[in-house]
Structure formats: C-alpha cells, structure tokens
C-alpha cells in the first residue's frame, strides 16, 4: 500500500563537511552503501536531537542543534531495507574536527564529490547529498 507509514522511517541526517568541502560519508557494518550520518528518530524527539544524538553515538562528534542548517524533508528508498522508504529531515554541518567509526558504522571517509561517486552510495546520498553542489 503506498505510503503505509509502517513502510515509511523517519530519520534525521548530517550532510557534514570540512572547511575544504569534503563530504564525510559513512557505512554501517554489514552493508555496502555509503551514506550520510545520522538515523532513525525515537519517538518525541525532534529531527534535531535525534542527528544530535546519533552523530554522538556514530562518530563520537558532539553537535549542538544551533550548528545544525535544515536542508529540508526528503524522501528515498531505504538503502538497507528492502521495501522501506525514508523520510529524511537533512541537515548542513561543518566541522573541522576528527571523527572515529563508532556504535554500528563501520566505515567513515572524508571524501571529494567526485570521489564518492566511485562508491556505492545510498538512495538518498545519491540523489539529495553528492548530486548537489552544497
């Protein structure tokens, strides 16, 4: 049935970069796609404090929600969830500090554009984060 909610997760995410404008992207254990940090959203948590708690719990980055940039709502098929799409509330960050894999990533790069078009990126990356210039 489209757009049964029971198919639909609400996750909040990070378009994070440095000051040279390198993309970080991360992959969770297990899988093969490439995607921004962040996660699903518990329930009362606004999109906000979800990202900032998954970028805590994910990269070990502690982000205040004033450093957080709305880039809007957005919708994309579940990179590792078959059958599931993704409402996504994305955020900008710049950050110009290191990160470490923690918690379910196993895998985070600090890549160009052009380098992450080389990796097998997420539905939502593909579309929302590497195809745009900012």
């Not at 909040?12 to 921004?36: N, Y």
Request: glycine share 6%; net charge negative; proline share 7%.
């Amino acid at each position: 049935m489209p757009g049964n909610v029971a198919n639909v997760l609400k996750i909040a995410a990070a378009v994070v970069s440095d000051p040279e404008g390198r993309l970080l992207l991360v992959r969770k254990r297990d899988t093969a796609f490439f995607m921004q940090p962040g996660g699903k959203m518990a329930a009362r948590e606004t999109a906000q404090q979800a990202l900032c708690r998954e970028l805590q719990e994910e990269l070990g980055l502690r982000v205040s929600e004033d450093q957080l940039i709305p880039l809007g709502r957005h919708t994309a098929p579940a990179a590792n969830e078959p059958g599931m799409m993704l409402e996504a509330h994305l955020f900008s960050l710049v950050i110009d500090e290191p990160v470490e894999a923690a918690a379910e990533i196993a895998e985070a790069r600090w890549l160009t554009r052009e380098e992450a078009w080389l990796l097998p990126l997420a539905p939502l990356t593909k579309e929302y984060v590497v195809a745009n210039r900012g």
